[in-house]
């Protein structure tokens, strides 16, 4: 064979546009297709006699053809001036852009019906649970998996800026983590099992709901708004409840990544439809004292989006969990009881 193809116009013809609401960023829209020629030796820009994909067509990298709704007429005649067929090449443009536009609409029509009634997904594990036991019946699932900007580790001011769709398993292999932060890497060693760890992220291990036996099996305890705590009993499956400032509700936040955050003086950084706020990792995190019905401090319509690490502190810590059922086990010391 003396030469081969890659298709280069499938690669350049992706079209990527922000979407907002409420001044928040909601997802990304994307218009997908093919132009019948992008220059280059041969028309349609596809032949097996191509050597190279600079005879296939013109190569465009990753640009803005639309900045604050202006479009970039510089760019567009570039590409132009290099096409057989200018005219059809501009009108293909067009309708995938408005294609775009029209995307972003029926975006804010969905977020505007189900924006409080919407559940969040992330890894999915704890979602999977309360959707396939029908306990939580949302009209709206919004999947987070696609928004590159909760994704990742990068170093910042002498601390770690950890993106909350990161795996478990990629905080517990990150090079800065293991040999600065080896208390959060222990503790996220010890999140039930690899194949768990491999899908599930660390703003989902942080934020997940109690595992309490009876109000995961949808009884109707204080915390699912009744008058009673069923686990409250001596003869109740409680073994993993809580030791430590129990309130009317004795059910412990499950994440074993949380006192290790709290430990290293974590900041949580959330965003929501009045802008972005920062806590401290010990404040984000809330006993049934403050309010029975929540974890944490997230309020309808706001995400955790990063946890910030600071320099790393002088002392050593080290983290341990009690685990009969090594793969299984939940965090069993609530993380409002520890301190460094």
């Known amino acids: ?39 280059g030796r041969f028309a349609g820009g596809i032949s097996s006699l191509c050597q190279s994909s600079f005879e296939e067509g013109v190569r465009i990298p990753m640009l803005k053809l639309y900045d604050a709704g202006r479009r970039n007429d510089a760019l567009l005649e570039v590409i132009v001036a290099n096409v057989r067929t ?52 949302p009209k709206a699932v919004v999947d987070l998996t696609q928004i590159k900007e909760l994704h990742g580790i990068r170093e910042t001011n002498g601390g770690l800026e950890i993106g909350a769709m990161t795996t478990i398993t990629e905080v517990v292999r990150h090079p800065v983590v293991r040999e600065k932060y080896s208390l959060l890497m222990q503790a996220a060693e010890l999140v039930a099992s690899p194949q768990i760890r491999n899908q599930g992220t660390i703003g989902g291990n942080v934020s997940q709901d109690t595992r309490c036996w009876y109000y995961r099996g949808g009884w109707n305890c204080y915390r699912a708004g009744g008058n009673i705590c069923y686990a ?10 809580a030791i430590f400032d129990a309130d009317r509700c004795v059910a412990v936040n499950p994440s074993d990544t949380a006192p290790a955050l709290v430990a290293l003086d974590a900041q949580m950084v959330i965003r929501g439809p009045k802008g972005e706020r920062v806590i401290s990792a010990e404040e984000y995190w809330i006993g049934p004292g403050i309010d029975i019905t929540r974890m944490n401090v997230l309020q309808p ?40």
């Open 232 to 241: 409250d009993t001596p003869t109740a499956i409680n073994r993993e409840h």
């Open 301 to 340: 319509n706001e995400l955790l989006t990063h946890v910030i690490l600071r320099s790393p502190i002088g002392y050593f810590m080290r983290a341990v969990k009690d685990d009969q059922l090594r793969a299984q086990s939940l965090g069993a010391i609530p993380p409002q009881g520890l301190r460094p």
């Open 86 to 137: 200018p005219e059809e090449w501009v009108g293909d443009v067009d309708a995938k852009v408005a294609s775009c536009w029209k995307g972003q609409e029926q975006l804010h029509k969905l977020l505007d019906k189900y924006g409080t009634d919407a559940w969040v997904l992330a890894g999915g594990l704890d979602s999977m649970d309360w959707l396939k036991d029908r306990l939580k019946k």
């Open 1 to 39: 064979m003396r030469g081969g193809t890659v298709r280069l116009q499938d690669g350049c013809t992706l079209h990527i546009a922000p979407a907002f609401w409420q001044e928040q960023l909601a997802g990304f829209l994307i218009s997908y297709s093919h132009h019948t020629d992008i220059g």
